[in-house]
C-alpha cells in the first residue's frame, strides 16, 4: 500500500516538472524564435509636451557697475600720492604726479610762445601786403603821370610853336631882361659894404634869381624857335618807353597784391603756426602724462603706488570703482538660455554671502560674443541689481532667476 503511494508522488512530481519545461519552452518561443507580427502604421502620432519652467536661474559674480584699471601713460618717477586705498574720490580728482612738471611747464610756455610769434608774424605779413598794396596803386598813379607827360614832350617836338607862343616867350625874356638889369643896378651901390651886410645880401639874391628867370625864357624861346634835332627825339622816345615800361611793372605789382600776400610766404607762416601748435600740444599731452586723474567718481579699491616708485604705463597701479551700484554677470548661459532672454527682464539675485536675501533687479545687456565653456557655448548676460544697504563687494557669488513670461 505504500509502495503504491510513492509510486504516485513520483508520477505528479513528474508532470509537474514536464507542465514547467513546456511553459517556458512556449514563453522562449514567442519572444525568441516566433516570426515578428507586422504592426498596423498609425494615423498621426501625437507631439510630446515639453514642460518649460517659469524661472531661469543662472549662476554669476558680483561687479562694480563701473570700474576701470589706472596708471599713467609714460615711464617715470612717482613725486606724489594724493590718495589712499578706500578713499571716495570725485571726477576729475588728482590722484597721483610723476616727477618732471616744472620742465614740461617751461616746455609747454616756450610751445605758446612760439605759437604766439608765428600767428603774429602771418597778421605782419597780411599788414604789409595792404600797405605794399596801397604804395603800389600810388606808384600806378604816378607812372600813368610821367607817361602823359612823356608823351606830351615827345609830341612838342614834332608841333611846331604857335606864332602867339613865340611872341609870348620874346615878351618873357624882355621882362625877365628888364627884372635883372633892375637888380643889378639895385646891387651896384651896395658892392662896397661887407658881404654880411643885409641889404646887399638881399640885392644879391634877387640878382641871382632874375639871371635864372632870364636863363629859363631864353631857353624856351630857343626851343620854340629851333627845330628839334634827331638826338631829342630819341631821348624823348627813351624817356616814353621807360616811363611806360615802368607803368606796366607797377600795374603788375599792383594786380599782385591785390590777390592777397605771396602764395608761398603764406604758405611758410602757416606751416610755422601748424608746427608750434604741435608743439605746444605735444607739450601739452607730456605735462598730462605726468598727472593721474580720476576719470568718474567712485571709491580706490586698489592701490599701488608709492613716492619713489618707477612706473610702467603696461601695468595698472590703481583701480577704481563706483561700487554705489552693483551688477552681476552670468557664467553658465547658454546659446538656448539667452534665446529665452530679452533686457529689461526683471530679476531677483541671490547673494552667498547673505543667505534668505532677494535683491531685485532688471535684465541689462546681453553680450554680443558667446564663449566656450567645457564644450558649451556661453553667454555673458549682465544684471543691474538693487543692494539696498547690504555690504556688497566685488566678485561675490551670486544666483540669479529670470521670471519667464508664459
Given at each position: 500500500m505504500?509502495?503504491?503511494?510513492?509510486s504516485?508522488?513520483?508520477?505528479?512530481i513528474a508532470?509537474?516538472?514536464v507542465l514547467?519545461?513546456?511553459?517556458?519552452?512556449?514563453f522562449?518561443?514567442?519572444?525568441?524564435?516566433?516570426?515578428?507580427?507586422?504592426t498596423?502604421?498609425?494615423?498621426a502620432?501625437?507631439v510630446?509636451?515639453?514642460?518649460?519652467?517659469?524661472?531661469?536661474?543662472?549662476e554669476?559674480?558680483v561687479?562694480p557697475?563701473?570700474?576701470?584699471?589706472?596708471?599713467?601713460?609714460?615711464?617715470?618717477?612717482?613725486e606724489?600720492?594724493?590718495?589712499?586705498?578706500g578713499?571716495?574720490?570725485?571726477?576729475?580728482?588728482?590722484?597721483?604726479?610723476l616727477?618732471g612738471?616744472?620742465?614740461?611747464?617751461?616746455?609747454?610756455?616756450?610751445?605758446?610762445?612760439?605759437?604766439?610769434?608765428?600767428?603774429?608774424?602771418?597778421?605782419v605779413?597780411?599788414?604789409?601786403?595792404?600797405?605794399?598794396?596801397?604804395q603800389?596803386?600810388?606808384?600806378?598813379?604816378d607812372?600813368r603821370h610821367?607817361?602823359k607827360?612823356?608823351q606830351r614832350?615827345?609830341?612838342?617836338?614834332?608841333?611846331?610853336?604857335?606864332e602867339?607862343?613865340?611872341?609870348?616867350?620874346?615878351?618873357a625874356?624882355?621882362?625877365?631882361?628888364?627884372?635883372?638889369e633892375?637888380?643889378?643896378?639895385?646891387?651896384?651901390?651896395?658892392?662896397?659894404?661887407p658881404?654880411?651886410?643885409?641889404?646887399?645880401?638881399?640885392?644879391?639874391?634877387?640878382?641871382?634869381?632874375?639871371?635864372?628867370?632870364?636863363?629859363a625864357?631864353?631857353?624856351?624861346?630857343?626851343s620854340?624857335?629851333?627845330?628839334?634835332g634827331?638826338?631829342?627825339i630819341?631821348r624823348a622816345?627813351?624817356?616814353?618807353?621807360?616811363?611806360?615800361?615802368?607803368?606796366?611793372?607797377?600795374?603788375h605789382?599792383?594786380d599782385?597784391?591785390s590777390?592777397?600776400?605771396?602764395?608761398?610766404?603764406?604758405?611758410?607762416?602757416?606751416?610755422?603756426?601748424?608746427?608750434?601748435?604741435?608743439?605746444?600740444?605735444a607739450?601739452?599731452a607730456?605735462?598730462?602724462?605726468?598727472?593721474?586723474?580720476?576719470?568718474?567718481a567712485?571709491?580706490?579699491?586698489?592701490l599701488?603706488?608709492?613716492?619713489?616708485d618707477?612706473?610702467n604705463?603696461?601695468?595698472?597701479?590703481?583701480?577704481l570703482?563706483?561700487?554705489?551700484?552693483w551688477?552681476?554677470?552670468t557664467?553658465d548661459?547658454?546659446?538656448?538660455d539667452v534665446?529665452?532672454?530679452?533686457?529689461g527682464?526683471?530679476?531677483?539675485?541671490?547673494?552667498?554671502?547673505?543667505?534668505g536675501?532677494?535683491?531685485?533687479?532688471?535684465l541689462q545687456?546681453?553680450?554680443?560674443i558667446g564663449?566656450?565653456?567645457?564644450?558649451?557655448?556661453?553667454?555673458?548676460?549682465?544684471?543691474?541689481?538693487?543692494?539696498?544697504?547690504?555690504?556688497?563687494?566685488?566678485?561675490?557669488?551670486?544666483?540669479?532667476?529670470?521670471?519667464?513670461?508664459?
Open positions: 505504500d509502495g503504491s503511494r510513492g504516485t508522488r513520483k508520477i505528479l508532470a509537474l516538472v514547467i519545461l513546456s511553459l517556458v519552452g512556449f522562449g518561443y514567442q519572444n525568441y524564435l516566433a516570426p515578428l507580427r507586422s498596423p502604421t498609425p494615423v502620432t501625437a510630446a509636451e515639453v514642460y518649460e519652467p517659469d524661472i531661469l536661474s543662472a554669476g559674480k561687479i557697475r563701473q570700474s576701470i584699471e589706472l596708471n599713467f601713460n609714460t615711464i617715470g618717477k612717482v606724489t600720492v594724493y590718495v589712499q586705498e578713499d571716495q574720490v570725485s571726477a576729475g580728482q588728482l590722484l597721483a604726479r616727477e612738471r616744472l620742465r614740461q611747464e617751461e616746455a609747454v610756455e616756450a610751445a605758446k610762445l612760439e605759437l604766439l610769434s608765428a600767428r603774429q608774424a602771418l597778421d605779413l597780411n599788414e604789409n601786403t595792404d600797405l605794399a598794396l596801397a603800389a596803386n600810388q606808384a600806378v598813379v607812372a610821367d607817361v607827360n612823356a614832350a615827345l609830341d612838342s617836338l614834332y608841333v611846331p610853336a604857335s602867339s607862343q613865340i611872341e609870348t616867350a620874346e615878351a625874356v624882355a621882362l625877365s631882361k628888364k627884372l635883372l633892375r637888380a643889378h643896378k639895385e646891387l651896384t651901390p651896395l658892392e662896397k659894404k658881404v654880411s651886410d643885409p641889404k646887399r645880401a638881399a640885392a644879391q639874391i634877387a640878382v641871382f634869381a632874375a639871371e635864372q628867370q632870364y636863363l625864357t631864353v631857353r624856351l624861346l630857343n620854340l624857335n629851333s627845330k628839334p634827331q638826338a631829342d630819341e622816345e627813351a624817356a616814353l618807353a621807360l616811363a611806360q615800361a615802368q607803368l606796366e611793372k607797377t600795374e605789382e599792383a599782385v597784391l590777390d592777397g600776400p605771396d602764395p608761398d610766404q603764406v604758405a611758410l607762416a602757416q606751416g610755422r603756426i601748424d608746427h608750434a601748435q604741435a608743439q605746444l600740444k607739450a601739452q607730456s605735462l598730462e602724462d605726468l598727472e593721474l586723474g580720476s576719470p568718474f567712485g571709491e580706490i579699491v586698489s599701488d603706488l608709492k613716492v619713489g618707477v612706473v604705463p603696461s601695468v595698472p597701479r590703481v583701480i570703482a563706483d561700487t554705489t551700484g551688477q552681476v554677470e557664467v548661459l547658454s546659446e538656448t534665446g529665452r532672454l530679452q533686457p527682464m526683471q530679476a531677483t539675485v541671490r547673494l552667498d554671502a547673505f543667505p536675501r532677494e535683491f531685485p533687479g532688471h545687456k546681453i553680450s554680443q564663449k566656450e565653456n567645457r564644450g558649451l557655448t556661453t553667454y555673458t548676460v549682465t544684471i543691474d541689481f538693487e543692494a539696498g544697504e547690504a555690504p556688497v563687494r566685488w566678485q561675490m557669488t551670486a544666483l540669479v532667476d529670470f521670471l519667464l513670461e508664459p
